[in-house]
């Protein structure tokens, strides 16, 4: 395939992808539809949401606001998508919007906010997100390049809480982490304050938010440089354009102080109980087991009613080794939210180390079931496995296995080790060449991450009379991860090229 025609087919493919921005009325490269933009944000809500702490119940009064407000902005928009807005239980300030206008923001965003007309900036700006299908029109671009990589390598040849999700889960957290780019960052500033004002909001909030936004950036804090900033990078030159939008909008508006200040009060009196909270995630994470404890206690006993606490208080209890005082402790985290993945998870885990394993795939299948996770999966696969039901050892191990990480590493040596003896050919690559007299030489390749040993190869040949034969051969020695190991068969002649009559039909793990 010449280099030409290959540009020319992406070209055609480019101008069959554009479409009309409903939000700009520019033309954009689209090759997601807005039903499918809709079914991606409605599949992946309950899920990232999950990821990312759960939703902040604590506070329903809150919530009803912050929807509120955002219902107020969404009304503005040119585009009439199901959108919804949620405040997650995430102290780490960030705020972000899935395709088909799935929106949420997280606590720890909320309480760096000053008023109502900030919060309308924040809500707009990813409204404009949503409307604008800028995640689309990523994925779109994504699509392109792909195809242009393909046509390439194939013209070039001319042949042939929260990283624990698997599955289709882990594809909200890369939509929500996709980096806007700077045209797609200042689109969404000046349609978004457009919105805030249409909807009675002071655009100048937009303005002060920024400028605290770039302060913020300056003071290179971690936790809004993996949350926001990390999707939605700060710039002065935002805060510029800020500026001249508000001059053409009209003065005034809603700014909302003593309302926002009212709606936060319950979440900002309990700031120093999940201050706390994160202190101890940090402290045993850094396996400060005793300082993460403490804190813990601290933040119970400011706020006792957060389930988060008591599931800290439980990891403490894991990583100790004990397993009855843990599943007490998410015994409490589940009484009060019982829909959330990681109490469920962690218990399962402490019930499986008791050998309590009915309970455990209870509470790991509704883990589960509420997000699929690498860790519950591969218990899952642990269990089946010690009660002889190879079939479901495999299925949640090859979840696992694709997903990388040492979860990932790990299931694949389960896998080799169920699947090795019964589908050798599967693990154990074969290749076959000549040797200086013509003879047959099969070389085999270990293809998997653990020491193999037992090699057996059968050939196929035909005899002088013209008659199928096989002849089995064994690979002596164990063979390293990666390496190649070879037997000379004797038979032949074989030609280089000409194809490779041999199969693998035994191997296992050499322990």
Same mark, same amino acid.
């Given at each position: 395939?010449? %280099?030409?025609?290959?540009?020319?087919?992406?070209?055609?493919?480019?101008?069959?992808?554009?479409?009309?921005?409903?939000?700009?009325?520019?033309?954009?490269?689209?090759?997601?539809?807005?039903?499918?933009?809709?079914?991606?944000?409605?599949?992946?809500?309950?899920?990232?949401?999950?990821?990312?702490?759960?939703?902040?119940?604590?506070?329903?009064?809150?919530?009803?606001?912050?929807?509120?407000?955002?219902?107020? !902005?969404?009304?503005?928009?040119?585009?009439?998508?199901?959108?919804?807005?949620?405040?997650?239980?995430?102290?780490?300030?960030?705020?972000?919007?899935?395709?088909?206008?799935?929106?949420?923001?997280?606590?720890?965003?909320?309480?760096?906010?000053?008023?109502?007309?900030?919060?309308?900036?924040?809500?707009?700006?990813?409204?404009?997100?949503?409307?604008?299908?800028?995640?689309?029109?990523?994925?779109?671009?994504?699509?392109?390049?792909?195809?242009?990589?393909?046509?390439?390598?194939?013209?070039?040849?001319?042949?042939?809480?929260?990283?624990?999700? &698997?599955?289709?889960?882990?594809?909200?957290?890369?939509?929500?982490?996709?980096?806007?780019? #700077?045209?797609?960052?200042?689109?969404?500033?000046?349609?978004?304050?457009?919105?805030?004002? $249409?909807?009675?909001?002071?655009?100048?909030?937009?303005?002060?938010?920024?400028?605290?936004?770039?302060? !913020?950036?300056?003071?290179?804090?971690?936790?809004? !440089?993996?949350?926001?900033?990390?999707?939605?990078?700060?710039?002065?030159?935002?805060?510029?354009?800020?500026?001249?939008?508000?001059?053409?909008?009209?003065?005034?508006? %809603?700014?909302?102080?003593?309302?926002?200040? #009212?709606?936060?009060?319950?979440?900002?009196?309990?700031?120093?109980?999940?201050?706390?909270?994160?202190?101890?995630?940090?402290?045993?994470?850094? $396996?400060?087991?005793?300082?993460?404890?403490?804190?813990?206690?601290?933040?119970?006993?400011?706020?006792?009613?957060?389930?988060?606490?008591?599931?800290?208080?439980?990891?403490?209890?894991?990583?100790?080794? %004990?397993?009855?005082?843990?599943?007490?402790?998410?015994?409490?985290?589940?009484?009060?939210?019982?829909?959330?993945?990681?109490?469920?998870?962690?218990?399962?885990?402490? #019930?499986?180390?008791?050998?309590?394993?009915?309970?455990?795939? &209870?509470?790991?299948?509704?883990?589960?079931?509420?997000?699929?996770?690498?860790?519950?999966?591969?218990?899952?696969?642990?269990?089946?496995?010690?009660?002889?039901?190879?079939?479901?050892?495999?299925?949640?191990?090859?979840?696992?296995?694709?997903?990388?990480?040492?979860?990932?590493?790990?299931?694949?040596?389960?896998? &080799?080790?169920?699947?090795?003896?019964?589908?050798?050919?599967?693990?154990?690559?074969?290749?076959?060449?000549?040797?200086?007299?013509? %003879?047959?030489?099969?070389?085999?390749?270990?293809?998997?991450?653990?020491?193999?040993?037992?090699?057996?190869?059968?050939?196929?040949?035909?005899?002088?009379?013209? #008659?199928?034969?096989?002849?089995?051969?064994?690979?002596?020695?164990?063979?390293?991860?990666?390496?190649?190991?070879?037997?000379?068969?004797?038979?032949?002649?074989?030609?280089?090229?000409?194809?490779?009559?041999?199969?693998?039909?035994?191997?296992?793990?050499?322990?």
């Amino acid at each position: 395939m010449r %280099k030409s025609t290959i540009l020319l087919a992406i070209s055609f493919a480019f101008l069959a992808g554009c479409a009309v921005n409903p939000v700009t009325g520019k033309r954009q490269l689209m090759t997601v539809s807005t039903a499918s933009e809709i079914q991606m944000g409605q599949q992946n809500y309950a899920p990232m949401q999950q990821s990312q702490g759960g939703e902040y119940d604590i506070d329903p009064e809150l919530t009803r606001y912050v929807d509120g407000v955002g219902a107020r !902005l969404a009304a503005q928009s040119e585009v009439p998508l199901p959108y919804e807005f949620v405040v997650l239980n995430n102290s780490v300030p960030n705020a972000w919007a899935l395709p088909g206008g799935k929106i949420a923001i997280n606590r720890g965003l909320l309480t760096e906010l000053e008023s109502e007309a900030e919060l309308a900036a924040v809500l707009g700006h990813e409204v404009v997100h949503a409307a604008a299908r800028h995640t689309a029109s990523q994925i779109s671009r994504g699509m392109v390049l792909q195809g242009l990589v393909l046509a390439t390598a194939v013209a070039s040849s001319d042949s042939d809480y929260g990283n624990l999700a &698997v599955g289709g889960a882990g594809l909200a957290a890369q939509l929500v982490t996709m980096k806007y780019g #700077r045209d797609a960052e200042l689109e969404s500033d000046f349609y978004g304050m457009q919105y805030m004002s $249409k909807a009675g909001y002071d655009p100048k909030g937009a303005v002060s938010l920024q400028e605290t936004f770039v302060r !913020l950036s300056e003071g290179r804090r971690t936790d809004w !440089l993996s949350g926001l900033f990390a999707s939605h990078p700060p710039s002065q030159e935002r805060v510029n354009a800020n500026r001249q939008t508000a001059m053409s909008l009209p003065a005034g508006g %809603k700014t909302g102080e003593a309302e926002f200040q #009212r709606a936060m009060q319950k979440t900002r009196a309990t700031k120093p109980a999940y201050d706390a909270y994160d202190e101890g995630r940090k402290a045993l994470s850094e $396996k400060k087991t005793d300082e993460a404890l403490a804190l813990a206690n601290k933040a119970l006993g400011l706020f006792p009613d957060e389930a988060h606490f008591h599931a800290l208080r439980g990891d403490v209890r894991l990583v100790a080794d %004990k397993y009855d005082m843990a599943i007490t402790n998410y015994d409490r985290a589940v009484e009060r939210r019982n829909e959330f993945f990681y109490y469920h998870l962690q218990r399962g885990l402490a #019930r499986n180390e008791l050998g309590q394993t009915d309970g455990a795939v &209870v509470d790991l299948e509704k883990s589960i079931e509420l997000l699929p996770t690498a860790p519950a999966h591969y218990a899952l696969g642990g269990i089946a496995r010690a009660r002889g039901n190879m079939p479901e050892a495999i299925k949640h191990y090859k979840v696992v296995a694709g997903a990388g990480g040492d979860y990932g590493k790990a299931a694949t040596t389960e896998l &080799v080790r169920l699947e090795l003896p019964t589908n050798p050919g599967a693990y154990v690559l074969r290749r076959c060449d000549p040797d200086a007299n013509g %003879k047959l030489v099969v070389s085999v390749k270990n293809d998997t991450a653990v020491q193999i040993t037992g090699v057996q190869v059968v050939v196929q040949y035909a005899d002088e009379t013209g #008659r199928q034969q096989q002849v089995r051969h064994d690979v002596l020695g164990q063979i390293p991860p990666g390496q190649i190991a070879s037997v000379n068969t004797g038979l032949g002649p074989y030609t280089a090229g000409a194809n490779c009559p041999v199969t693998v039909v035994a191997a296992q793990v050499a322990e």
